[in-house]
Nanobody, 128 residues
């Protein structure tokens, strides 16, 4: 089993920055998630969960939802089994609980159904 633990959330003013971390432990199919794609999703109050960003197992291919392009950067350190989401120029509409997720394969894509391990989430609140 794989466990994912997010950290780094908090309260920040609009225009500020936060860096989320997601640390993985455990194994899937006998391996760590260094061989799996990982992604970040978010869910705002009263809204459905939405895709934010994803990165493949090597860390050389990424996809972002349009609203965060140029502001957010996803990265990973496979030695530390940690995934990061650097969030700059934050806006009030970025307020949500942010979840990291590990994909079933080396690349998860933008759909949540492709991910089978999820963290508990970390709250990000951006004040105007």
């Amino acid at each position: 089993q794989v466990q994912l633990v997010e950290s780094g959330g908090g309260l920040v003013q609009a225009g500020g920055s936060l860096r989320l971390s997601c640390t993985a432990s455990g194994r899937t199919s006998g391996r760590t998630i260094s061989n799996n794609g990982v992604g970040w999703f978010r869910q705002a109050p009263g809204k459905e969960r939405e895709f934010v960003a994803t990165i493949n197992w090597k860390g050389d291919s990424t996809i972002y939802t349009d609203s965060v392009k140029g502001r957010f950067t996803i990265s990973r350190d496979n030695v530390k089994n940690t995934i990061y989401l650097q969030m700059n120029s934050l806006r009030p509409e970025d307020t949500a609980v942010y979840y990291c997720a590990a994909a079933r394969s080396s690349y998860g894509g933008i759909h949540g159904v492709n991910y089978n391990y999820w963290g508990q989430g970390t709250q990000v609140t951006v004040s105007s």
